[in-house]
Protein backbone atom coordinates (compact mmCIF):
# COMPACT_ATOMS: atom_id res chain seq x y z
CA UNK A 1 0.00 0.00 0.00
CA UNK A 2 1.45 3.31 -0.86
CA UNK A 3 1.91 5.71 2.24
CA UNK A 4 1.18 9.54 1.78
CA UNK A 5 5.41 10.05 1.97
CA UNK A 6 4.90 8.32 -1.34
CA UNK A 7 1.98 9.51 -2.82
CA UNK A 8 3.59 12.85 -2.12
CA UNK A 9 6.75 12.46 -3.55
CA UNK A 10 5.16 10.73 -6.77
CA UNK A 11 3.01 13.63 -7.48
CA UNK A 12 6.24 16.08 -6.93
CA UNK A 13 7.72 14.11 -9.71
CA UNK A 14 4.69 13.92 -12.40
CA UNK A 15 3.28 17.52 -12.41
CA UNK A 16 6.62 19.46 -13.49
CA UNK A 17 6.76 16.16 -16.11
CA UNK A 18 3.22 16.69 -17.19
CA UNK A 19 3.52 20.42 -17.69
CA UNK A 20 6.28 19.82 -19.72
CA UNK A 21 4.74 17.17 -21.83
CA UNK A 22 1.55 19.40 -22.21
CA UNK A 23 3.60 22.45 -23.24
CA UNK A 24 5.81 20.48 -25.33
CA UNK A 25 2.57 19.16 -27.18
CA UNK A 26 1.30 22.79 -27.70
CA UNK A 27 5.07 24.40 -28.48
CA UNK A 28 4.66 26.11 -25.43
CA UNK A 29 5.62 29.95 -24.69
CA UNK A 30 6.13 32.77 -26.52
CA UNK A 31 8.98 32.81 -29.88
CA UNK A 32 11.23 29.63 -30.34
CA UNK A 33 9.57 26.33 -30.16
CA UNK A 34 10.64 24.11 -27.48
CA UNK A 35 12.18 20.80 -28.97
CA UNK A 36 9.07 18.50 -29.46
CA UNK A 37 11.50 15.04 -27.95
CA UNK A 38 13.23 15.68 -25.51
CA UNK A 39 16.27 13.45 -24.44
CA UNK A 40 15.40 10.85 -22.12
CA UNK A 41 18.88 12.00 -20.10
CA UNK A 42 16.63 15.37 -19.55
CA UNK A 43 13.69 13.40 -18.62
CA UNK A 44 15.70 11.65 -15.87
CA UNK A 45 17.13 14.18 -14.81
CA UNK A 46 13.87 16.09 -14.51
CA UNK A 47 12.69 13.15 -12.59
CA UNK A 48 15.91 14.04 -9.75
CA UNK A 49 13.50 17.67 -8.92
CA UNK A 50 11.52 16.16 -6.04
CA UNK A 51 11.88 19.08 -3.19
CA UNK A 52 12.31 22.39 -3.20
CA UNK A 53 16.16 22.68 -2.28
CA UNK A 54 16.86 20.17 -5.38
CA UNK A 55 16.47 22.42 -8.35
CA UNK A 56 17.68 20.91 -11.65
CA UNK A 57 20.46 22.64 -13.48
CA UNK A 58 21.10 21.06 -17.01
CA UNK A 59 23.88 24.13 -17.66
CA UNK A 60 24.71 26.35 -15.11
CA UNK A 61 26.92 28.75 -17.25
CA UNK A 62 23.91 29.69 -18.82
CA UNK A 63 22.60 31.21 -15.67
CA UNK A 64 23.62 33.75 -13.22
CA UNK A 65 24.81 32.55 -9.66
CA UNK A 66 22.13 35.24 -8.28
CA UNK A 67 19.20 34.36 -10.60
CA UNK A 68 19.86 30.94 -9.12
CA UNK A 69 20.10 31.81 -5.70
CA UNK A 70 16.84 34.09 -5.99
CA UNK A 71 14.97 30.70 -7.29
CA UNK A 72 15.21 28.79 -3.89
CA UNK A 73 12.27 31.73 -2.17
CA UNK A 74 9.91 29.35 -4.82
CA UNK A 75 7.85 26.67 -3.67
CA UNK A 76 7.94 24.10 -5.97
CA UNK A 77 9.81 22.25 -7.95
CA UNK A 78 11.95 23.60 -10.59
CA UNK A 79 14.38 22.75 -13.85
CA UNK A 80 16.45 24.74 -16.07
CA UNK A 81 16.73 22.96 -19.39
CA UNK A 82 17.65 24.41 -22.48
CA UNK A 83 16.25 27.97 -23.08
CA UNK A 84 13.04 27.03 -20.78
CA UNK A 85 12.16 27.10 -17.03
CA UNK A 86 9.96 24.27 -15.99
CA UNK A 87 8.00 24.54 -12.53
CA UNK A 88 5.29 23.07 -10.89
CA UNK A 89 2.57 23.54 -13.61
CA UNK A 90 3.86 25.85 -16.41
CA UNK A 91 7.12 25.66 -18.67
CA UNK A 92 8.23 29.19 -19.70
CA UNK A 93 10.86 29.93 -22.10
CA UNK A 94 13.53 32.86 -20.95
CA UNK A 95 13.60 35.64 -22.99
CA UNK A 96 16.04 36.11 -25.85
CA UNK A 97 14.58 39.08 -27.36
CA UNK A 98 18.46 40.66 -27.32
CA UNK A 99 20.56 38.42 -29.92
CA UNK A 100 23.72 36.83 -27.85
CA UNK A 101 26.94 38.61 -27.60
CA UNK A 102 25.75 41.86 -29.90
CA UNK A 103 25.58 44.92 -28.57
CA UNK A 104 22.34 46.79 -29.21
CA UNK A 105 21.90 50.81 -28.49
CA UNK A 106 18.43 52.38 -26.89
CA UNK A 107 18.11 56.10 -27.31
CA UNK A 108 15.79 58.68 -26.20
CA UNK A 109 15.27 62.36 -25.82
CA UNK A 110 14.08 65.07 -23.92
CA UNK A 111 14.28 68.70 -24.02
CA UNK A 112 16.96 68.21 -21.07
CA UNK A 113 18.38 65.48 -22.23
CA UNK A 114 19.97 62.93 -24.55
CA UNK A 115 19.87 58.74 -22.88
CA UNK A 116 21.52 56.38 -24.54
CA UNK A 117 21.96 52.70 -22.82
CA UNK A 118 23.67 49.96 -24.37
CA UNK A 119 23.60 45.99 -23.45
CA UNK A 120 24.96 43.33 -24.62
CA UNK A 121 23.31 39.83 -23.81
CA UNK A 122 25.96 37.05 -22.68
CA UNK A 123 23.43 34.02 -21.30
CA UNK A 124 19.91 33.34 -20.65
CA UNK A 125 19.78 35.64 -17.66
CA UNK A 126 22.51 38.20 -18.01
CA UNK A 127 23.02 42.01 -19.69
CA UNK A 128 26.45 43.60 -19.73
CA UNK A 129 25.28 47.51 -20.02
CA UNK A 130 26.61 50.85 -20.32
CA UNK A 131 24.58 53.79 -19.57
CA UNK A 132 24.95 57.92 -20.16
CA UNK A 133 23.00 60.95 -19.39
CA UNK A 134 24.06 63.54 -21.45
CA UNK A 135 22.83 67.14 -21.44
CA UNK A 136 21.97 69.15 -24.31
CA UNK A 137 25.56 70.52 -24.74
CA UNK A 138 26.98 66.60 -24.60
CA UNK A 139 28.40 67.40 -20.88
CA UNK A 140 28.11 63.49 -19.09
CA UNK A 141 25.51 64.00 -16.53
CA UNK A 142 25.16 60.54 -15.02
CA UNK A 143 26.65 57.46 -16.01
CA UNK A 144 26.86 53.79 -14.88
CA UNK A 145 27.74 50.37 -16.28
CA UNK A 146 28.12 46.83 -14.83
CA UNK A 147 25.95 43.75 -14.78
CA UNK A 148 22.18 43.32 -14.60
CA UNK A 149 20.37 40.06 -14.10
CA UNK A 150 16.94 38.82 -14.87
CA UNK A 151 14.47 38.40 -12.15
CA UNK A 152 14.59 35.32 -10.43
CA UNK A 153 10.63 35.03 -11.03
CA UNK A 154 10.04 36.33 -14.36
CA UNK A 155 8.06 33.20 -14.99
CA UNK A 156 4.93 34.27 -12.77
CA UNK A 157 4.39 37.55 -14.64
CA UNK A 158 5.70 39.80 -16.76
CA UNK A 159 5.93 44.16 -15.98
CA UNK A 160 3.46 46.32 -17.59
CA UNK A 161 5.22 49.45 -18.49
CA UNK A 162 3.48 52.38 -20.33
CA UNK A 163 5.26 53.61 -23.59
CA UNK A 164 5.78 57.23 -23.31
CA UNK A 165 5.31 58.45 -26.83
CA UNK A 166 2.02 56.17 -27.59
CA UNK A 167 0.83 56.46 -24.14
CA UNK A 168 0.34 52.60 -24.86
CA UNK A 169 0.73 49.74 -22.10
CA UNK A 170 3.09 47.07 -22.56
CA UNK A 171 4.57 43.70 -21.06
CA UNK A 172 8.54 43.71 -20.37
CA UNK A 173 11.60 42.00 -18.41
CA UNK A 174 12.94 43.25 -15.56
CA UNK A 175 17.26 42.78 -14.91
CA UNK A 176 18.64 44.21 -11.40
CA UNK A 177 22.02 45.39 -10.85
CA UNK A 178 22.30 45.98 -7.22
CA UNK A 179 24.49 46.42 -4.52
CA UNK A 180 24.36 46.69 -1.44
CA UNK A 181 23.49 50.16 -1.03
CA UNK A 182 21.52 51.23 -4.78
CA UNK A 183 19.60 49.51 -7.19
CA UNK A 184 20.01 49.61 -11.53
CA UNK A 185 16.67 48.33 -13.31
CA UNK A 186 16.68 47.91 -16.74
CA UNK A 187 12.88 46.75 -18.28
CA UNK A 188 12.85 45.67 -21.71
CA UNK A 189 9.48 44.99 -23.67
CA UNK A 190 8.73 41.86 -24.58
CA UNK A 191 8.06 42.25 -27.86
CA UNK A 192 8.80 44.93 -30.46
CA UNK A 193 6.83 48.15 -30.81
CA UNK A 194 4.43 48.97 -34.43
CA UNK A 195 7.74 50.22 -35.99
CA UNK A 196 10.21 47.26 -35.36
CA UNK A 197 12.00 49.33 -32.40
CA UNK A 198 12.54 47.44 -29.15
CA UNK A 199 11.71 49.62 -26.61
CA UNK A 200 13.53 50.04 -22.65
CA UNK A 201 12.66 51.71 -19.29
CA UNK A 202 15.21 52.42 -16.99
CA UNK A 203 15.03 53.04 -12.90
CA UNK A 204 18.04 53.63 -10.23
CA UNK A 205 17.69 54.60 -6.86
CA UNK A 206 20.15 54.21 -3.58
CA UNK A 207 18.85 53.38 0.23
CA UNK A 208 20.58 56.32 1.84
CA UNK A 209 18.31 59.43 0.77
CA UNK A 210 21.54 61.89 1.32
CA UNK A 211 23.43 60.35 -1.78
CA UNK A 212 22.46 62.28 -4.93
CA UNK A 213 20.46 60.14 -7.68
CA UNK A 214 18.84 60.10 -10.97
CA UNK A 215 15.02 60.39 -10.92
CA UNK A 216 15.47 57.23 -14.15
CA UNK A 217 11.62 56.19 -13.83
CA UNK A 218 10.14 59.74 -15.11
CA UNK A 219 12.51 59.12 -17.90
CA UNK A 220 10.94 58.46 -21.59
CA UNK A 221 11.12 55.46 -23.35
CA UNK A 222 14.14 54.08 -24.81
CA UNK A 223 14.05 52.23 -28.05
CA UNK A 224 16.69 50.67 -30.38
CA UNK A 225 18.15 52.76 -33.52
Same mark, same amino acid.
Request: net charge negative; charged share 25%; hydrophobic share 35%.
Given at each position: ? &? /??????????????????????? +??? %???????? #???? =?????? @????????????? =?????????? !???????? &??????? &??????????? #?????? =???????? $???? /????????? $????? /???????? @??????????? #???? *????????????? *????? %????????????? +??????? !?????? $???????? $?? !? +????????????? +???????
Amino acid at each position: M &I /NDYETKTMKQVIYPLASLFLALS +CGG %GVGKTIDS #EPSV =QRVRAI @KTAKTRSDIYIED =QSRYSPSFIK !GLAAYDGT &ISLVDNY &IVTDHDTTLFP #EIMPLN =QPVVFKAT $NVKY /NYTLTITRT $NLTNF /NYRFHLDS @KDSKVVFEKSG #EAVL *SSFFFLATEIDDD *SETGE %GYASYEYWDKTAD +CWFAIRI !GSDADR $NGKHRARL $NY !G +CKDEKRPTMALAD +CPTLRTE
